[in-house]
């Protein structure tokens, strides 16, 4: 993945070549009524109350999932949100049903490097979508997360050829410098989560429990 001109504190001309990649890569950008659908998704919910049309880009897999990426940026204005306003994101969708979401992405220093990174292995475990390691079955397994945590793995329920459910893990296959990245932002989650679990505060990802609306502007 080209990533030289991503790195650093992020501009609008760092967004420029991240649009440059996304592309190249596969994803698009979003029409109005996919942003709108994708926000119902998510029952309209967001981090805080902004204005303006976020760029978001998409990808569809065959398997029915979508990898969707909000970025910060207001095309129409030539600018990013202000600091504080928005986070980044990037999700998996189907079915109308929220399936994945990372943790959210500050704009500090390496933003669209890292955003551009979890948007390529979002994509790549998505169209690499395992099959159920029973030989009985081999039906196309979905993304499972473990209730109330953030533990995502992939699951298979067919009871038809296995009585308990069956399981592969969230990286499966995964290519070694993809899982070394991960496991750097994993070690700052895990301590985020010790601090949070010491506090009393919940572990489940902000996604799954946002409460205000975006405004999206015609």
Not at 76 to 90: F, M, S, T
Not at 124 to 135: A, G, I, L, R, Y
Not at 174 to 181: E, T
Request: charged share 30%; proline share 5%.
């Amino acid at each position: 993945m080209e990533t030289l001109h991503l790195k650093g504190f992020p501009t609008w001309e760092q967004f420029l070549e991240f649009d440059k990649l996304m592309k190249k890569i596969g994803f698009r950008l979003m029409i109005r009524d996919e942003i709108r659908e994708s926000l119902s998704r998510l029952e309209g919910k967001a981090p805080r109350h902004v204005t303006g049309k976020e760029v978001g880009y998409i990808w569809i897999s065959p398997f029915g999932y979508s990898v969707i990426i909000w970025t910060t940026a207001i095309w129409q204005e030539k600018r990013l949100r202000d600091i504080g306003e928005d986070a980044g994101w990037v999700i998996i969708v189907k079915d109308n049903k929220l399936s994945y979401c990372t943790r959210y992405f500050m704009r500090t220093g390496n933003f669209f490097l890292r955003l551009a990174r979890y948007a390529w292995i979002s994509k790549w475990k998505v169209e690499h979508n395992p099959s159920c390691p029973c030989e009985s079955c081999l039906k196309m397994m979905y993304i499972y997360r473990k209730r109330g945590t953030r533990q995502y793995m992939w699951r298979c329920d067919n009871r038809e050829a296995h009585q308990a459910p069956t399981f592969r893990s969230w990286d499966y296959e995964l290519p070694p410098n993809a899982k070394s990245f991960l496991e750097v932002r994993r070690s700052s989650t895990r301590k985020y989560n010790q601090k949070n679990k010491e506090e009393g505060k919940s572990p489940i990802p902000k996604a799954f429990t946002r409460k205000r609306k975006k405004t999206i502007k015609a």
